[in-house]
């Protein structure tokens, strides 16, 4: 009988298998054109690697967030990208734990065998920022069977990649909420129907190729049908899938330090200057030697927070630290494999410079280093709260 550890060490090998289909020279490609990774997103589809947590009751493979967390490191590891497709992974959370089940019959079986894709998340907008509570897209119900949706929202990756968003406006003014977090909702927005009817996507050129957008809402109509859990409480029902971000998404920048490290290892044993390989130098090999015990350390980090979120343990500190000191440790590792390729590092056909573009990413989003340090200092240690 197998184990869990069986099984992920099966899907492990199973991922780095299909991601030698889609080396260096495919993702360079991508990068170059600003093109989305079609071909790749479809593999994984088909594999069921992006249903890993959707339930086999509605078509998934119903398996554990650590199943779903060494699917995206090894897809970093092998030097892909998961950016193009994890948000289905995490995002669908909200509708398997609030929504109905009419909602769950109709949507999660289409998105796990890859009819829909479930990969757009419109939270973020130009005003507010990291401070959701202060979004202004506003859903107001007309009549008993619709909304009508206004505003913009922007940092929306894969809108355009997308048949579904799952939409955070607010249904209650500010003022007139009791609780600072009371007010806002939840909906499914099926962008197929909306595109050219109130709902418009422009592309943003970024410094990563991670298919972003901004999205603006006029009068979009959307059926009251599609609001997922009770009115007014949606900030609560998408602080429940930020632990699951967190610790999925630490795990990419674990997969993105282990890339970089074996890549500055393996440069370092090739490369001679001088007569001798440069990772016989201690200024090459202890900058790679740190990094691969940091990477180690953070690691650690991130399989206990997955372990206490499977137990449904409070898991808010673990799911951010683990966030925090993964992001830290692949953007050192990024920086230890540049340094050791000189200038090849900077050369596209090395792939160092894309992944450290990329790397980069995640000590600002989905949620900034300065933040997690800000909620551990208040909720964790105590300290006043700074903003």
Not at 168 to 178: G, Q
């Amino acid at each position: 009988m197998s184990t869990d550890s069986d099984v992920i060490a099966e899907i492990r090998r199973a991922v780095q298998a299909l991601c030698a289909d889609f080396p260096g020279e495919y993702w360079r490609e991508k990068d170059r054109e600003r093109a989305y990774p079609t071909e790749f997103v479809q593999a994984l589809t088909e594999s069921g690697y992006l249903a890993v947590l959707i339930p086999e009751e509605y078509g998934g493979s119903g398996l554990s967030i650590s199943a779903a967390a060494a699917i995206l490191e090894e897809i970093h590891k092998s030097g892909c990208n998961g950016g193009a497709c994890h948000a289905q992974m995490y995002i669908m959370g909200s509708l398997l734990r609030h929504g109905n089940e009419e909602q769950k019959k109709k949507y999660l079986p289409k998105i796990a065998s890859g009819e829909l894709r479930l990969q757009a998340f419109g939270v973020t907008e130009p005003t507010s920022g990291t401070d959701t509570l202060s979004l202004s897209t506003t859903a107001v119900k007309k009549g008993n069977d619709k909304y009508v949706v206004n505003g913009q929202k922007v940092w929306t990756s894969r809108a355009e990649h997308s048949d579904l968003m799952l939409l955070l406006a607010r249904t209650t003014p500010k003022d007139e909420v009791k609780k600072r977090t009371d007010g806002l909702s939840v909906f499914i927005v099926d962008m197929r129907e909306a595109k050219g009817n109130g709902l418009e996507i422009r592309p943003i050129r970024a410094m990563v190729n991670h298919a972003t957008t901004e999205v603006f809402f006029d009068n979009l109509e959307v059926p009251a049908e599609n609001l997922i859990g009770e009115e007014g409480k949606g900030f609560r029902y998408i602080l429940d899938g930020m632990n699951a971000e967190r610790i999925l998404i630490s795990h990419e920048s674990i997969g993105d330090a282990r890339w970089f490290i074996e890549k500055a290892t393996n440069y370092a044993n090739d490369r001679k200057v001088f007569g001798r390989p440069i990772g016989q130098n201690q200024g090459v090999q202890f900058p790679i030697a740190k990094a691969f015990a940091a990477t180690e350390a953070a690691a650690l980090m991130a399989e206990k927070a997955a372990r206490l979120f499977e137990a449904g343990e409070p898991c808010g500190p673990e799911s951010n630290m683990a966030k925090l000191l993964t992001a830290e440790a692949a953007w050192d590792a990024a920086d230890t494999c540049l340094q050791t390729h000189g200038g090849f590092g900077f050369a596209e056909e090395y792939d160092v410079e894309r992944k450290f573009r990329e790397a980069r990413l995640y000590r600002t989003a989905p949620i900034s280093t300065n933040m997690i340090l800000s909620f551990l200092a208040e909720h964790v240690l105590g300290l006043p709260r700074s903003y």
